[in-house]
């Protein structure tokens, strides 16, 4: 979908018709261009794409080095973390010490270093550079910091979530702050907008101020919203089995929100993560805010067979995957590829299918033994992983009533306690409509944990949790 002209630019070329002629409005084909070279969401003012439209990568260059710059003034000079002390002899060392893997806990470098990583992403991409421009941006980003910014040596494991799961969160979220703004608000309503997207965003919003972007009027582009999108609340009890029944699990409480950003399985795509799902959850008792999350977004697709009711696709998905809880952890940055099918029925529902092929890049996995090896303050294996995905749905309109995801990943240990993880996940959920937008269900979910050492004896370990909810759609 073209990027939408404003109508303030589309007068400049109403006016160069030819006397006589009834009055068109249209875009000069060298603006029209310019607006199609941009990302679709690229916040360039108009008199910025007129007098310098494209890109600005060396503006964005500059914003990654800043936010490094920023983040270890605070560490340093504020925090007075000890990693934080640096000079040019410990610039020396981290480069003769070369890449290891660090010993941080599993929040702080699956979930904390994703959310760093999308802040490099988002300077790039809201200096009007594509996906794929924003990448390699995101990835120097991590770099400079495990060089220059701590006197600790780099970590493998930290460039790795830092750029992978940096792209697919800061993307997300810069998308999400999209279907926040309204270039037309104005007063309190305009407020709340720029500063709901600048926490959502939070480089996007700096740039925004800095541009004079929160106070220009003019009509939002129509590619902020996509064609298709759902959101709903979940809140409800769970019951936590740490290797044992239900019976004596641990009693919690946890609230859900989900989004589904456009269509993976029919409609148009043309740029990655123009189709995203995502979920996160907060649940009482745990260690961690968040105790799960999982992204995934469609990158490339290609249609195999479309007909009224069937359309049956080929997908490159990326996925962030975050589990965290008081009986297992389990999360990295994964590649899928697979079939994704829909069947329409002719009563207005639908049934969603996904096979998948799971190659992760990076996965980490609860170990009893990790700090044996040498890895203190560590309590998980790390390591790249193959696998598959299931996940099924069965949709009336948009309320996914039923649910089913099954899937089996066999993790080649790397760093940690030696050997392998063989993992094993599946929940099945029903959500049933109640009255309008409320709806109730439930959702049964088994984690197996299948642990082969080198030097230690196998470990074989199952969880169960069981959750009971009020949804709100």
């Known amino acids: ?15 160069r018709l030819s006397p006589g002629q009834e009055t068109r409005w249209e875009p000069c084909p060298p603006v029209a261009e310019a607006y199609a070279a941009l990302p679709a969401d690229a916040p360039v003012r108009e008199d910025e794409l007129r007098d310098n439209p494209g890109p600005h990568p060396w503006i964005a260059v500059g914003e990654v080095t800043a936010i490094n710059g920023v983040v270890w003034t605070y560490d340093r000079y504020i925090a007075k973390k000890d990693w934080a002390y640096i000079s ?41 550079l594509p996906f794929q421009a924003a990448v390699p941006l995101t990835f120097l980003g991590s770099l400079q910091w495990e060089l220059f910014a701590e006197n600790e040596p780099p970590s493998a494991n930290d460039l790795i979530n830092t750029t992978v799961g940096g792209v697919a969160m800061g993307e997300a979220l810069y998308r999400l702050s999209s279907l926040v703004l309204d270039t037309e608000a104005r007063g309190r309503q305009r407020f709340v907008r720029e500063l709901t997207a600048g926490v959502l965003s939070p480089m996007r919003g700096i740039n925004r101020v800095a541009r004079g972007d929160v106070s220009h009027h003019g009509p939002s582009p129509t ?59 907060f649940t009482s008792r745990e260690s961690s805010l968040v105790s799960h999350a999982r992204l995934q977004g469609l990158l490339v697709k290609s249609t195999l067979w479309s007909a ?166």
């Open 223 to 281: 590619e902020w919203w996509p064609e298709d999108i759902a959101g709903w609340a979940s809140l409800g009890y769970l019951k936590l089995g740490d290797g044992r029944s239900l019976a004596w699990g641990e009693d919690q409480f946890f609230i859900q929100g989900t989004l589904r950003y456009g269509d993976m399985y029919r409609g148009a795509h043309h740029r990655p993560f123009d189709a995203f799902n995502a979920r996160v959850q």
């Open 308 to 473: 009224e009711r069937d359309e049956l696709r080929l997908g490159l998905l990326q996925q962030l995957d975050y589990t965290d809880t008081l009986a297992y952890e389990v999360g990295g940055q994964s590649l899928n590829a697979g079939l994704l099918h829909e069947h329409k029925f002719p009563n207005r529902a639908r049934l969603r299918t996904a096979l998948l092929v799971d190659g992760s890049l990076l996965t980490g996995v609860t170990s009893e033994h990790t700090d044996s090896e040498g890895n203190e303050g560590r309590d998980y294996d790390y390591g790249p992983g193959l696998g598959f995905q299931l996940q099924m749905a069965y949709l009336r309109e948009d309320w996914e009533v039923v649910t089913l995801e099954a899937g089996a990943e066999h993790v080649v240990v790397v760093d940690g306690s030696g050997g392998a993880h063989r993992v094993h996940q599946a929940q099945l959920q029903v959500d049933l409509p109640v009255y309008r937008n409320l709806g109730m269900g439930s959702q049964l979910n088994f984690f197996r944990r299948h642990s082969r050492f080198d030097a230690f004896p196998s470990v074989t370990k199952d969880t169960w949790q069981l959750r009971i909810f009020v949804s709100l759609h």
């Open 1 to 15: 979908m073209a990027r939408s002209v404003p109508s303030s630019v589309m007068a400049l070329c109403a006016a």
């Open 88 to 128: 040019t002899s410990v610039w020396k060392e981290n480069f003769r010490t070369g890449f290891v893997w660090d010993q941080d806990g599993f929040s702080t470098n699956q979930f904390a270093h994703p959310y760093h990583g999308g802040l490099y992403y988002t300077a790039a991409r809201d200096n009007g």
